[in-house]
């Protein structure tokens, strides 16, 4: 792997930031009442960084010099997302930022939760490992995998907020001596090597400029014999690049789920073995004949439910529900109430949905592609 440049770490800028734009939101038990106190200077600020990359800048006109100048600064272009992303995340979507597939009769929570508990089941992950959970989000796979597996964990991540919810609900569940959360990079993990039993990352790493070079961090920080296990998004080898239509779908994928750079499965697996690892499993969870694809609440089909508790949230994720929150967002808006680029954030989110709905039903995409790999001793 070709070197290149990591963006300088700064966690007292990172965290003045934080405060500034976030305040005391992250104590909130609602995630859309903690949406309406953000900061609105602070709000802009991140707006301006992170759609720079992105207005005026169409699937049509994209360049190679406009994927590299994302690539360049994938660190800063991942916080401000989170920074403005996390809220609506948690109220659309639930404390677990990732898809998964649905079985028979089974409620939404219900699969996320067995999709986090397949991963560590595949890992074999069992009581007192010491465990890294790379770009853990607000902590809703953590918590999980720590009471299905009695490991403990650490969750790495790069956004102050997101860590400052995560270990308030782990301290909520009484998981505070099983789970800690730190700041970094994953790009460039501060811990020393050779320091996890295991190490896991659900449908993260793919905002990384470079999987062989989160992957390769990775290797460092797991003991030798040590399992890595991550659920990875990538395109499929159905992707063309000079196909419009393909890159219009990758492109709002990007945009609406702050990735610089995502690639195929054939670089995916390429990446890993490059690493340094010794790949035991690999398979695109997608293909699996399931009857409810992974995509159904996004595509909104109340016909696909396993549950009728589930209606809220189908609600909130179907076209019309998002749609909903558009308008809403963009009144409170003008009154003043919430900050400015609330319902362009919002407005971005929905489109990437749309974008993973029509990548999934063409075989474009995967949110899901598994890989359990391991060190040599």
Known sequence: MAPMALETEDHSRDASFNKAMHGKSADERSSFIAMLKKDPQAQKAAVDEYFKHWDNKSAESETLETREARRAEYATLTRHYYNLATDL????????????RFAYGEGFYQAIARHEHYLAHMMGLRDGMKVLDVGCGVGGPARE???FSGVNIVGLNNNDYQIERATKYARKEGLSDQLSFTKGDFMQISFPSNSFDAVYAIEATVHAPSLEGVYSQIFRVLK???????YEWLMTENYDNENPRHREIRLGIEQGDGISNMVKISEGL???KAAGFILEVHEDLADRPDKRPWYYPLAGDFSMMGS???IPSIARMHRYGRGAVHILVGILEKLGIASQGTQKTAGSLAQAADCLVAGGKEKLFTPMY???ARKPE
């Open 89 to 100: 995340y948690e109220y659309g979507w639930g404390g677990s930022f990732h898809f998964c």
């Open 145 to 147: 995998i720590a009471k």
């Open 224 to 230: 030798p014999g040590g399992v890595f296990g991550v």
């Open 270 to 272: 390429q990446a890993i």
């Open 308 to 310: 009728i508790w589930d």
């Open 370 to 372: 598994l890989m359990i």
